[in-house]
């Protein structure tokens, strides 16, 4: 089935590196939107993309997490100069509209050392 | 300050039974509420959901109830099957903002 995919599943990395994490929505799909879980935590809202309005960037921890949406589909969230904090597990999720349904990717579980 | 709690961290409910998820909020504007379901490894799939304008939304084995003068929502599934044993999150949102989300309710059906 064509859902919402994200690599890689897993990434260990060491702390003060940069990491990419990849989200490919559903196609056809408008908006997408990043989430973070952290241990114990529920999902915690990061950036939305809706077609070509400016993303609504207001979950953003820190200005070491940025985002891009090219040509409307693939979105990649980047982390720069990580810290231990950052360990989580990264979700994306799509939907046809704003307030439509959200489908969500299996997410890319990020272990920073 | 948590806009939205799920108060219970785990339920264990025979199957056959019912099983009553809840979940409590604070901001009086959320006017549409979801719950989504989670396996292990897996992303969140959505399950059912309710606007402010109705109190109840049945589907299925699932029913969903929204009590806006006490700020509570819940999810009741009856029958309960052993495929039901996930964690369960609520979600909610106010006009066109991002969903909030409780921590989750981890439900273990037992055969």
């Known amino acids: 089935g064509a859902g919402v995919s994200q690599s890689p599943s897993n990434k260990v990395t060491e702390k003060g590196k940069d990491v990419e994490l990849r989200c490919d929505p559903i196609?056809?799909?408008?908006?997408l939107y990043w989430y973070r879980q952290s241990l114990g935590q529920g999902l915690e809202f990061l950036i939305y993309f809706q077609g070509n309005s400016a993303p609504d960037k207001s979950g953003l921890p820190s200005d070491r997490f940025s985002a891009e949406r090219t040509g409307g589909s693939v979105s990649t969230l980047t982390i720069q100069r990580t810290q231990q904090e950052d360990s989580a597990v990264y979700l994306c999720a799509s939907s046809l509209g704003q307030l439509e349904t959200q489908y969500f990717g299996p997410g890319t579980r990020l272990l920073v050392l | 300050d948590q806009q939205v709690k799920q108060n219970s961290p785990s339920l264990s409910v025979q199957e056959g039974r019912i099983s009553i998820l809840n979940c409590d909020y604070t901001?009086?504007?959320?006017?549409?509420f979801l719950w989504y379901k989670k396996y292990p490894a897996e992303g969140p799939t959505f399950l059912i959901s309710?606007?402010?304008?109705?109190d109840k939304n049945e589907d299925g084995r699932f029913t969903v109830f929204l009590n806006k003068s006490a700020k509570h929502l819940s999810l009741h599934i009856v029958p309960s099957q052993p495929g039901d044993s996930a964690v369960y999150f609520c979600?909610?949102?106010?006009?066109?903002?991002?969903?909030?989300f409780g921590k989750g309710t981890r439900l273990s059906v037992i055969a």
């Open positions: 196609s056809g799909h408008t908006a």
């Open positions: 979600a909610l949102r106010s006009g066109n903002t991002p969903l909030v």
């Open positions: 901001n009086s504007m959320f006017d549409y």
């Open positions: 309710i606007s402010s304008i109705k």
